[in-house]
T-cell receptor
Framework: KAGVTQTPRYLIKTRGQQVTLSCSPI?????VSWYQQTPGQGLQFLFE???????NKGNFPGRFSGRQFSNSRSEMNVSTLELGDSALYLC?????????????FGPGTRLTVT | DQQVKQNSPSLSVQEGRISILNCDYT??????FLWYKKYPAEGPTFLIS?????DKNEDGRFTVFLNKSAKHLSLHIVPSQPGDSAVYFC?????????????FGEGTQLTVNP
């Protein structure tokens, strides 16, 4: 079974621009979560989507948004990029049922904001 | 407010010996705990998990122990192998309040010396 895939793997953007990251979950997984990893803050939860609905949201500004499509694929958007948004963005998928906690991560997208 | 803490940033052990990684948490609502392993430039890989109704879960060389009264969990790797060298994250989830959202510790860099 194919794992979680994320595109692109690397991205360089300029401050003020916007960016869209994509995530394809493991086949059959209906929940997709996004995390930001930075050296100073570790792994921080951004949001979770389940059946095209945002089910959970972390403490990030409104510049960070996401969506999920009917095939469970998800996109994450960051508008008006700031230097501090430079990070590894990780997507994780899970079955999403009431008893399914294990999340499986993709390789991440390394975003650099200059 | 760091709800999940891994107080040891690094740990070095000899091949064949036991590795013990520790994790403390403060949120009594957490009811599911997971350990992930992460290599550089890759996403975290799920290792093992434990529900709060158990105090031990074993999978091959990996055993996780949970002490709810102390709000402490540990991961034992026996025997340790050089390929186990990676950053290990513990994570926790509170189903009632945050669904499948994971709260991560800061990570512990494990080095297994041949």
């Amino acid at each position: 079974k194919a794992g979680v895939t994320q595109t692109p793997r690397y991205l360089i953007k300029t401050r003020g621009q916007q960016v869209t990251l994509s995530c394809s979950p493991i086949s059959g997984h209906r929940s997709v979560s996004w995390y930001q990893q930075t050296p100073g803050q570790g792994l921080q939860f951004l949001f979770e989507y389940f059946s095209e609905t945002q089910r959970n949201k972390g403490n990030f500004p409104g510049r960070f948004s996401g969506r999920q499509f009917s095939n469970s694929r998800s996109e994450m958007n960051v508008s008006t990029l700031e230097l501090g948004d430079s990070a590894l963005y990780l997507c994780a998928s899970s079955l999403g049922g009431s008893s399914a906690y294990e999340q499986y991560f993709g390789p991440g997208t390394r975003l650099t904001v200059t | 407010d760091q709800q999940v803490k891994q107080n040891s940033p690094s740990l070095s052990v000899q091949e064949g010996r036991i590795s013990i990684l520790n994790c403390d948490y403060t949120n009594s609502m957490f009811d599911y705990f997971l350990w992930y392993k992460k290599y550089p430039a890759e996403g975290p890989t799920f290792l093992i998990s434990i529900s709060s109704i158990k105090d031990k879960n074993e999978d091959g060389r990996f055993t996780v122990f949970l002490n709810k009264s102390a709000k402490h969990l540990s991961l034992h790797i026996v025997p340790s192998q050089p390929g186990d060298s990676a950053v290990y994250f513990c994570a926790a989830s509170a189903k009632e309040t945050s669904g499948s959202r994971l709260t991560f510790g800061e990570g512990t860099q494990l080095t297994v010396n041949p």
